[in-house]
């Protein structure tokens, strides 16, 4: 059966919406995730430490439900800053849940501190990106990979030691381990060292891997070798994976289910296939959009969203993505931040003397900044008046409207008239979208084109 993912609001969460979704709900489950929030809090300056006042969270992850089964690999999939690594962390404790629960063979681990946790880590093992990094440089491999071992008294002399380190190193494949047991990282390519940290990681015999970018950093000729060695490994040793990537093509290879992360959510999830073959959310779509095509005779023009993933300490109302989405519906989240993005992208591509005169028409394009404005009095500029700025942005509306692709962003305005000698400017209301189960197949999905109706 497939991982169970859902993104609800507070109100959803308490109503027991979706209980389906629940990770509460399945005792037979390996980890649980039920609403996981991971914040971090940013460090103010001088005036808001005088003032007391807080400066922000960072929402990392942000309301996470996920089952995970004995035996599945889970691949996190997402842009960087999408929270992957960091869900991927929390899971094992490198990154403290601001709430939620994290039940770990049914005990709730979310809130364990080192003490508590150091005897689940032989049990929870992490693979980190950067092997170099990941490899003490002043331990030779025998010390190295044969350290988990002496941390959890799972060994009584030096010799048993030796002998569990060689067995380790003979199923990652450095053989002969004799050759590799008094070599330090800096005498191993970047292959071997991977191998290195992998024989690290199952040698106190774990249950669980989290695989952060486990093959970003290597050559392109041996990327293949360590996730068919990964893969190895898991039906030798009955492991279960998350694996964190940014590579739609390894996780196509690599994962049975796939969750496809942005900006703290999961937006989309299903069995890797089901999502390959008809993926649903825009953004999933664009993410397979960018895979590079090896046939030239195939070469199409891509369609990428515009843009780059927002702020996770100021996040788009709604949909996090319709600021981005070629397809974003009226009731997607638009407010006064993507009117400045979209007149900031017209006057991009606009001449200096076309760019002055339109900009001189407002104030200042500060008031549009602030989040979670749905509606907002548009100041005009010095010499000229509300009536003119009023003409300008319906001009405008209709030349957007007449292009194709449209602008999406004109059906989330619902009016705009003279107020208060600005110009009013009230969008529509909004509601973050929930993970739903699509009435076919078992992907679901969060997005708005798939209304509660459907599910």
Not at 126 to 143: C, E, K, W, Y
Not at 242 to 255: E, I, R, W
Not at 299 to 307: M, S, Y
Request: charged share 25%.
């Amino acid at each position: 059966m497939p991982t169970k993912p859902d993104n609800r609001t507070e109100p959803e969460a308490a109503a027991g919406a979706d209980a389906a979704g629940s990770a509460a709900q399945d005792p037979g489950a390996l980890m649980q995730i039920e609403d996981l929030q991971v914040h971090f809090g940013l460090r103010g300056g001088f005036l808001s430490k005088l003032t007391g006042r807080g400066t922000g969270a960072v929402k990392a992850v942000d309301g996470i439900n996920l089952t995970l089964r004995k035996g599945e690999v889970l691949g996190l999939v997402g842009e960087s800053g999408s929270g992957k690594t960091t869900l991927g962390r929390a899971l094992l404790g490198l990154n403290s849940p601001t709430g939620g629960t994290i039940r770990y063979r049914g005990e709730d681990i979310a809130q364990y501190g080192e003490r508590q946790l150091r005897p689940l880590r032989r049990k929870l093992q992490m693979v980190f990106q950067d092997p170099h990094a990941s490899l003490n440089p002043g331990m030779d491999i025998r010390t190295a990979v044969g350290h988990p071992l002496r941390i959890h008294n799972l060994v009584s002399d030096d010799t048993e030691c030796e002998a569990k380190v060689v067995q380790a190193l003979e199923r990652v494949g450095l053989t002969p381990p004799e050759r590799f047991l008094s070599k330090f990282p800096s005498d191993l390519s970047g292959g071997q060292k991977q191998r290195a940290v992998l024989a690290r990681a199952i040698i106190a015999e774990p249950e669980l891997l989290v695989a952060d970018e486990p093959i970003s950093m290597l050559d392109m000729s041996v990327r293949a070798k360590i996730l068919q060695l990964m893969l190895d490994l898991k039906r030798d040793l009955d492991l279960t994976y998350v694996y964190v990537t940014h590579d739609l093509a390894s996780a196509k290879f690599f994962c049975d289910n796939i969750a496809i992360m942005y900006l703290g959510r999961i937006v989309e999830y299903g069995p890797t296939e089901q999502v390959f073959a008809d993926p649903k959310h825009p953004y999933t779509k664009a993410l397979l959009a960018a895979i590079p095509e090896p046939d030239p005779t195939l070469a199409t023009d891509r369609e990428l969203p515009r843009g780059e993933i927002p702020d996770a300490a100021r996040p788009p109302l709604g949909c996090s993505f319709h600021p981005r989405c070629p397809v974003a519906l009226p009731g997607c989240g638009w407010e006064a931040r993507d009117l400045r993005a979209l007149l900031e992208r017209r006057w991009l591509t606009m001449p200096v003397e076309e760019y002055t005169k339109e900009k001189a028409l407002f104030a200042d394009l500060d008031q549009l900044s602030a989040p979670g404005l749905t509606k907002v009095v548009v100041t005009p500029g010095r010499g000229t008046t509300a009536a003119k700025v009023l003409e300008y942005l319906r001009n405008l509306r209709e030349e957007d409207s007449a292009t194709e692709p449209r602008e999406p962003f004109w059906g989330g305005v619902v009016t705009m008239q003279e107020e208060a000698g600005g110009v009013a400017v009230q969008f529509e209301e909004s509601e973050d979208p929930r993970l739903r189960v699509l009435p076919v197949g078992e992907v679901r999905v969060a997005c708005h084109l798939y209304p509660a109706g459907d599910n």
